[in-house]
């Protein structure tokens, strides 16, 4: 499973905010790494330089073998947070897209 993380010019891309969001990434989606083919992480910082509510995004888009990739995208005060909420809505949505495509009936 291969992970991109980019980040917009409003976010500070620093190599230790990189690899804790690699190292971050790897651990949640561990049990998906056979079905992943690569997962891409987009960070921006929505409102810039002014200071809001949850103007912090982070987006995921998975590829999975031989399917149609999944993103979910999810928005917070932190990047950190932000990354962590889309981790959760990403595992959720793998784990009903794999449920549905092996747990059929008589299949």
Known sequence: MDIQINTSNAVEGASGFVDNMEELTRSRL???QERLTRV???FSDETGARET???KRCAIEAR???GDPITVTNE???LDLA???ALTKLTTALDR????S???KGH
């Open 97 to 100: 897209h794999i449920g549905k």
């Open 76 to 78: 917070a005060a932190t």
């Open 102 to 104: 092996t747990n059929r």
């Open 83 to 85: 990354a962590t909420g």
């Open 40 to 42: 891409e992480m987009h």
């Open 64 to 66: 999975l073998a031989g």
């Open 53 to 55: 509510v949850n103007d």
């Open 30 to 32: 561990s049990r998906f």
